[in-house]
């Protein structure tokens, strides 16, 4: 222990005058194969404009591979995003054991993980949540514009609606999309994690589907949003403009958490966050 606080001294000592972190997020888009469906393009083509992107294909080894071919470990990331629509299951490449070992592994060490319309399924598919089996449905999009979440007493404060009026339902799309999507209705029980929103349609609330939810894994943390609220190709309307910054603050609040992030304050000092944690 005091040959981490000297080592934290050194460190603060050498980064007096840069007080200010630039904290770079890493996402890691997940892929079953190497062409995305529109809504999956879509989005990884925002993330890519706004964070430290990466796609990476998953195979049935559980082994990530970029655009080159090459293996990359997970921890190179600060947030692994799995998002789907395509079908009414997921590739397969992400149901083998090896590929569920890999993520679960991942974020018991203090990875984060954000699971977007079908792949909500996945807290289910890799045990993290017991309470049932999440719906599948579709459409993914949904016109008019009557399809958001309503903050929860938990999700009010949440750092993901930094910027939002919680006191009102947020709405998150305004156009019609084909694809599959995923949610917590007819679960029986309250999902295992903290319901940060509910359902809200033309105005009202509706509990039952559950869809924005926070989970604590180990040192790690997973957030989903199911239902209908990832129409990434809805780039024109205010709903669609929420939806992204809904999923900004989502993907700096999981990078700002993990183990996995790397920082540079001003490009002269560069380390790991995740050392600094482990070191306090």
């Known amino acids: 222990m005091k040959k981490s606080m000297i080592f934290l001294a050194m460190l603060f000592s050498a980064s007096v005058n840069l007080p200010i972190y630039a904290a770079n997020v890493t996402v ?69 054991d090896a590929t569920k070992d890999v993520v679960s592994d991942y974020v018991e060490a203090g990875g ?21 089996d999440p719906r599948v449905f579709m459409p993914l999009g949904k016109d008019p514009p009557e399809i958001g979440v309503v903050p929860t007493a938990d999700g009010k404060n949440h750092p993901v609606f930094e910027g939002f009026d919680t006191a009102k339902p947020v709405f998150l799309t305004s156009m019609a999309q084909d694809g599959f999507t995923s949610d917590f209705f007819n679960f029986g029980a309250d999902p295992g994690g903290v319901i940060l929103g509910t359902k809200t349609r033309g105005g009202g609330a509706g509990g039952g589907e559950r869809p924005f939810v926070e989970y604590e894994v180990g040192d790690g943390k997973i957030i989903t949003l199911g239902h209908h609220n990832g129409v990434f190709t809805d780039a024109k309307s205010k709903e669609g403009d929420n939806l992204r910054k809904l999923t900004a603050n989502i993907l700096n609040y999981l990078g700002e958490n993990s183990a996995f992030l790397a920082v540079e304050p001003e490009g002269k000092l560069a380390t790991t966050w995740g050392v600094l944690k482990a070191l306090r």
């Open 112 to 132: 984060t993980l954000f699971l977007s319309a079908l792949a909500l399924r996945y807290v289910a598919e890799i045990g993290i949540e017991k309470g049932g």
């Open 28 to 96: 890691g888009v997940l892929a079953g194969n190497n062409k995305l469906g529109d809504v999956e393009e879509a989005a990884y083509d925002w993330a890519s404009d706004n964070f430290q992107t990466t796609q990476l294909l998953v195979d049935k080894s559980g082994k990530f591979k970029n655009a080159g071919g090459t293996a990359v470990p997970p921890e190179q990331f600060a947030v692994l995003w799995l998002f789907y629509t395509e079908t009414d299951t997921l590739p397969d490449a992400f149901l083998a």
